[in-house]
């Protein structure tokens, strides 16, 4: 069995050990294992075993994952989502699909401090969907923008995915969050436009709410100040060169802590259960990377992503082309993977053929707006029939919900995502303008 073959052979063992519902760190550990192990013998895999995890995970830019963890999980105990959604809804609720729309805004604020998908959407959920239903919505618009609205939780900095990609490829996490801004403002109003569309074509889906007065919006938005004086510090200290990500990250949960102490109902036992979760969390995410670093120094020693990009670049296929491929088979793997997941597997073998592509820019700006456009559609994969994650999230907190009903309401927000990637592919400046103007 020549290298090539044995690479896809197990990267088939591996998709049949996700089918088997094998932990996604343990498949890819096990198949990097087995395979290195035959190509280079057991002795390099206890080697590897013996001195990469302790040096890997001592790097100082990891250390910034677990810090927003515990921001995101501090953020939840504060009991904030409530507030966000509650100032939001004063500002929208008026408007036909207002509620709703409130969703998406409270998603986008609550992702700017949380940092992930999966929390996002179950947090604003279980506020939002109850007030919905007492409305009156249709429950698939319902379902559908909560779902939606959650993805905003891996594109708004900070972002989990976003930090490993960049220690991935060797990208500046700085400059990652910078890009990711008008992609993550592009799909808030993107959903709100989609959702102001439907509601106009479906009246009785989404009925407006009771008028505001200016005084009342003001008033509302003092009640959330806390929350955006964490996030300018947090990202406008790493803009202005005050801290670096980790940095900032430490002082975000400082500030957060101080919020959910003196703002929410947090005790001790419950800045203790932060702690714990926050370490499961973070042991988690640092056992698949070592699963995916493994399963990478194999791929990398089989020579596949530097075979693969001389055969792309010998049959002269559109740098475009390949891209589309790559992008639609993110979809596919979203029906079963999550964001993170996707991200590791997929990157160490894509990163390097996008690389040696020409699409007219130079290396650096390539990998941000390649990163950018990958994580969007990962985002995209967390709402996609038949097992879009943030769906089945949101259908757990309503047992009367038709997972029928939910797959149709997330239509127009997937084809309002379908948009949003053509413009980012077609003007990469969308993702790359901010960079250039304060990178």
């Known amino acids: 069995m020549s290298n090539v073959e044995l690479a896809f052979a197990m990267m088939a063992l591996l998709m049949v050990l996700m089918a088997l519902r094998i932990p996604?760190?343990?498949?890819?550990?096990?198949?990097g294992a087995l395979g290195y192990g035959l190509l280079a013998g057991p002795e390099s895999v206890l080697n590897y075993m013996g001195t990469v995890p302790v040096s890997k995970f001592s790097t100082f830019d990891l250390s910034v994952v677990p810090l927003f963890l515990l921001?995101?999980?501090?953020?939840t105990r504060a009991g904030i989502t409530r507030e966000l959604f509650r100032t939001c809804n004063v500002w929208v609720g008026q408007l036909r699909g207002g509620l709703a729309m409130a969703s998406i805004s409270g998603c986008a604020a609550f992702g700017a401090i949380c940092g992930s998908s999966l929390a996002t959407a179950s947090t604003m959920g279980k506020v939002a969907l109850p007030e919905m239903k007492a409305n009156n919505y249709q429950p698939g618009l319902a379902a559908g923008a909560l779902a939606a609205g959650g993805t905003l939780g891996i594109l708004i900095p900070p972002s989990m995915v976003l930090i490993i990609f960049s220690v991935l490829t060797e990208q500046n996490i700085a400059k990652m969050f910078l890009a990711a801004f008008v992609p993550g403002f592009m799909a808030a109003f993107g959903y709100m436009l989609a959702i102001a569309i439907y509601v106009r074509l479906k009246p009785d889906s989404g009925p407006a709410g009771p008028k505001t007065t200016w005084v009342q919006k003001f008033r509302s938005t003092g009640d959330?100040?806390?929350?955006?004086?964490i996030f300018l510090i947090v990202l406008g200290?790493?803009?202005?060169?005050?801290f670096t990500p980790t940095e900032a990250a430490s002082v975000g949960v400082i500030l957060t802590a101080i919020l959910a102490f003196t703002h929410g109902k947090m005790r001790l036992a419950d800045f203790r259960d932060s702690?714990?979760?926050?370490?499961?969390?973070?042991?988690m995410i640092f056992f698949i990377l070592l699963g995916a670093d493994l399963f990478s120094v194999f791929i990398a020693l089989t020579q596949l992503p530097s075979l693969g990009a001389d055969m792309i670049l010998a049959a002269d296929l559109s740098p475009y082309l390949v891209l589309t491929i790559m992008l639609l088979t993110y979809l596919i793997l979203g029906c079963f993977m999550d964001s993170l997941a996707m991200i590791l597997l997929t990157i160490p073998i894509y990163y390097p053929i996008i690389a040696v592509m020409d699409f007219g820019m130079p290396a650096e700006d390539l990998g941000i707006w390649f990163g950018i456009i990958a994580l969007v559609v990962v985002e995209v994969g967390l709402i996609t029939p038949p097992v879009g994650m943030n769906v089945f999230i949101i259908k757990s907190f309503d047992k009367d919900l038709l997972m029928t009903d939910a797959f149709k309401g997330v239509i127009p927000f997937l084809l309002s995502d379908i948009l949003r990637v053509i413009l980012m592919i077609i003007f990469p400046g969308i993702t790359l303008w901010a960079v250039h103007l304060l990178g």
């Open 24 to 31: 996604i760190a343990l498949s890819m550990m096990a198949c």
């Open 71 to 75: 921001m995101g999980e501090l953020a």
């Open 237 to 242: 200290g790493i803009y202005a060169g005050i």
């Open 224 to 229: 959330v100040w806390h929350i955006s004086v």
């Open 275 to 283: 702690i714990l979760k926050t370490a499961v969390s973070t042991a």
